[in-house]
């Protein structure tokens, strides 16, 4: 009964977040947090020779310096794991991902994303959190069913206006950067976003009274 209620929860939780709705925080669904996409897969080679049939790949604290370019050929992928390796760059190949629901590239030394990643239509969850990120590309805008994006403790000073075009978006953590201002536009997230993370940034007392009243709806946490 147990293990029926949390597959169950889970695939509520993968709904919600494909379809952008507004419960999608990881507050609303505890199980959210690891949806039921197929088995796990934890070594590239086994991937590999699995090739079509793998959906959830997971290469979490393998020291990896660059994230290898045979990932790109598993077209069914739908949550791919690269937190806490070494890399510094990412391939435009991650753009060949057109089923990838789930990217967390956390806790690595990313310096900057390429234009590809905007390729990735279906995205709902992108984990950006401890890198060394200066800016994010302007084809990030085109992640339309983007629900939660986590852009923690890296280097950002402004964002592209064009991100308050993802009408999906329901959480946004930027806490600890040294963030100066929001875009000028904030309507695009007037109705949708939920929850808003601006821990130990630049932002000036003008400039958050101005976020507040332009988002009357969402929570925000200074």
């Excluded at 393998?62 to 791919?80: S, T, Y």
């Excluded at 905007?118 to 990030?140: F, I, K, M, Q, V």
């Amino acid at each position: 009964m147990f293990k029926e209620r949390v597959y169950i929860a889970s695939r509520l939780a993968l709904l919600c977040a494909t379809l952008g709705s507004g419960g999608c925080s990881p507050h609303d669904f505890f199980w959210w947090k690891k949806p039921d996409i197929g088995e796990e897969y934890r070594e590239l080679s086994k991937a590999v020779a699995a090739g079509t049939e793998v959906r959830n790949l997971k290469l979490y604290d393998q020291h990896l310096a660059e994230a290898p370019e045979a990932i790109f050929a598993l077209e069914n992928l739908e949550r791919l794991t690269l937190r806490k390796n070494k890399l510094t760059y990412l391939p435009p190949g991650i753009g060949q991902l057109k089923k990838l629901l789930w990217l967390d590239l956390g806790e690595n030394q990313l310096t900057q994303l390429p234009a590809e990643l905007g390729h990735l239509s279906n995205l709902t969850h992108l984990y950006l959190n401890d890198n060394a990120l200066e800016r994010l590309p302007e084809e990030t805008s085109r992640l339309t069913s983007l629900c939660y994006l986590n852009l923690d403790r890296n280097r950002i000073v402004e964002l592209p206006a064009a991100l308050t075009q993802l009408t999906e978006l329901r959480w946004l953590r930027l806490n600890d950067n040294p963030l100066q201002r929001l875009p000028e536009d904030l309507s695009g997230w007037s109705n949708s976003l939920r929850r808003l993370y601006l821990r130990s940034t630049k932002l000036t007392d003008e400039e958050r009274r101005r976020i507040r009243e332009a988002l009357p709806r969402c929570e925000i946490i200074f």
